[in-house]
């Protein structure tokens, strides 16, 4: 006799292919969107120590909130992406798409970035 899972004594409706689509991009625009929020209210702390130099002299607990911020930021990515790999396979399907494209971004930065730097280094003489 075969063991039981409890998700198999009710199974799940077979997705559509539509479904799956939609799912998958709101894993993928979700991420950014939840991201760029998450990203702006981690950098909150640092924009009002440069606006407010004189208010903020003591810089110590804004940078420290900023990486607490940080640090539950991408605990709560993973935590959603392991919630919805189990709920929504798509969704998560489609955040693991946006963690590739992230790290695509980030390289061919770094790259644009080494090029520019080492190329005004090569035009200057040094």
Known sequence: MDEMTPNQGTPQPQLTSGQKVRDFLLGFFGWWVINGICSMINVLPSLLMV???????D????????????????LLNLAVLILLAFKRRWAAFGMLAAFGAALCLVI???LVFGVVCFGLLWQSGV
């Open 51 to 57: 606006q407010y130099p004189t208010t903020f002299s």
């Open 108 to 110: 061919l930065a770094a």
């Open 59 to 74: 810089t110590t607990p804004f940078a420290l909130a900023s990486n607490v911020l940080g640090c539950i930021w991408l």
